[in-house]
């Protein structure tokens, strides 16, 4: 790759930051992690994305803001939706994370082997208040337990007897989720 299309690949990423991520607007599409890859041949770019979850209802709207910016920029754009590898919190940084803690969403922990093995049973785990980062909720947390429709959301609440706080927080990755609440034996009966 010649030196130009390095800048213009750079100059690229760095506008797509710019783009908020249309349900937590304190982070933006790239910190999100559904950007993916960034393309350029002569005044055409393809990018890359892949969403959140299958369902994502703001998927559309950040391809919409991807396709006027590039256009803006003076490229035609392709957007390319991928979704193998499945989206996960594991592609927000540290820095990422801590801004999602500051907007007031607890933050998702390290995934480990039990979360990402579809057979292993689902580990309870503490998720930290963002005001006060007391971990002592109402019920145990299991970030893999599916929502009543496991296709609505990447997020969950659960309350804080700390602060009685009710804390929103990402879960880890809704495909693995929804792998796992389908491939349960009482699914089958």
């Excluded at 506008?15 to 991520?21: E, H, V």
């Excluded at 599409?29 to 993916?36: A, H, P, S, T």
């Amino acid at each position: 790759m010649n030196s130009q299309l390095t800048v213009e690949v750079k100059d690229i990423w760095s506008a797509l930051n710019s783009i908020p991520d249309p349900e937590v607007p304190a982070i933006n599409i790239v910190e999100l992690g559904v950007v993916r890859d960034v393309a350029v041949d002569g005044k055409r770019v393809k990018v890359t994305m892949t969403p959140t979850y299958s369902g994502c209802p703001a998927m559309k709207t950040m391809e919409m803001a991807v396709q006027e910016l590039m256009t803006e920029m003076g490229y035609e754009v392709e957007i390319a939706i991928v979704y193998k590898p499945a989206w996960t919190t594991e592609w927000m940084s540290e820095e990422t994370k801590e801004k999602l803690k500051v907007y007031g969403i607890a933050p998702p922990p390290k995934l480990t082997f039990e979360h990402l093995h579809p057979l292993s049973s689902p580990k309870n785990v503490e998720i930290k208040c963002p005001s006060c980062d007391s971990n002592n909720t109402s019920s145990p947390v299991s970030l893999d337990q599916p929502p009543v429709n496991p296709f609505i959301s990447v997020r969950a609440v659960t309350n804080l007897l700390s602060c009685l706080n009710v804390i929103d927080f990402l879960k880890r990755n809704s495909i693995l989720i929804i792998q796992k609440y389908f491939t349960r034996k009482s699914d089958f009966r």
